[in-house]
């Protein structure tokens, strides 16, 4: 299934910062509120269902000198028209 990138930014920022903005998406989703995303011109509202698939990724990346590039990654996942389905996840 080819895939459409609707919105994509990458910038550095506090640890303070990226908090925020999280507990804005989570802020969003506990009240059913839509999410919009912007930056500069781009800008996309997304309606996540009640109960979307949630994955948490965390990854390492050596490159060929063989410096680590260490991420986690948070995604939020649902087929338009879609509910989604049940699952658990604890961080601590």
């Known amino acids: 299934m080819p895939e459409e990138v609707l919105f994509e930014t990458e910038n550095t920022q506090s640890r303070t910062d990226v908090a925020q903005y999280l507990r804005t998406v989570a802020d969003k989703l506990e009240s059913g509120e839509p999410i ?8 996309v509202t997304l309606d996540p269902p009640t109960r979307p698939v949630f994955e948490v990724k965390a990854e390492r990346e ?5 410096r680590s590039e260490l991420s986690i990654e948070f995604e939020l996942e649902w087929k338009e028209g879609e509910d989604g389905r049940d699952g658990s996840l604890e961080i601590e």
Request: aromatic share 0%.
């Open 62 to 66: 050596t490159s060929s000198s063989g």
């Open 36 to 43: 919009t995303l912007s930056a500069g011109s781009q800008s």
